[in-house]
């Protein structure tokens, strides 16, 4: 099954059964449309967009494949999505083997250099407030703490009365004024 145009009409039924058009196209470097057309050329029914994908493996399987691999690759070999393939887990008690008290292995992450740390948002480093370069002083929540009083809400109120709901510049109405 290395090249697509071979494929048989069994072979893209047992494919689709488990995956998406959209992760077989991904297989084969496809469109997801050349897919939905060689699935519609075959007869093989659709399922409607959004119609959740089959993801029943036994508890036996299930704890097999966790014991393996990571809940990424499990759920891309079934279709589904990680939130899927972690409730099922749950619901069959399945744990990790030699984390029986809780946790999970340690998943391999992306290591940084240190010039990509350097070059990561502030708050990605966790730069929020004074040591945010986009600081302004905490002006808006000044700004927010005005407009939170009764005398602000009179003057806006008034304001928009005396210009009739509308834009001062371009006469533009809102529907939506408070």
């Not at 998406?20 to 399922?47: D, M």
């Not at 939170?148 to 809400?153: I, K, L, M, P, S």
């Not at 510049?169 to 408070?178: E, Y």
Request: proline letters at 3%; charged letters at 30%; glycine letters at 10%.
């Amino acid at each position: 099954m290395d090249n697509f145009a071979n494929i048989t009409k069994d072979q893209l039924e047992a494919l689709y059964l488990e995956h998406s058009s959209q992760a077989i196209a991904t297989k084969y470097g496809l469109c997801a449309e050349t897919v939905r057309k060689r699935l519609k050329r075959f007869g093989i029914e659709r399922r409607p967009s959004g119609e959740p994908k089959t993801f029943n493996p036994g508890p036996y399987e299930l704890n097999a494949l966790y014991q393996e691999k990571s809940l990424a690759e499990i759920a891309k070999h079934y279709g589904v999505g990680e939130t899927v393939v972690w409730k099922r887990i749950k619901e069959f008690g399945i744990t990790l083997e030699g984390f029986e008290q809780g946790g999970h292995r340690k998943k391999t992450g992306k290591v940084f250099t240190q010039e990509h740390k350097a070059n990561l948002s502030h708050a990605m480093r966790g730069k929020f407030g004074p040591e945010s370069r986009s600081w302004k002083g905490g002006l808006s929540e000044r700004h927010l703490q005005l407009r939170r009083t009764a005398d602000y809400r009179n003057w806006r109120r008034e304001a928009l009365a005396r210009a009739g709901y509308a834009c001062e510049q371009c006469g533009a109405k809102d529907k939506f004024i408070w």
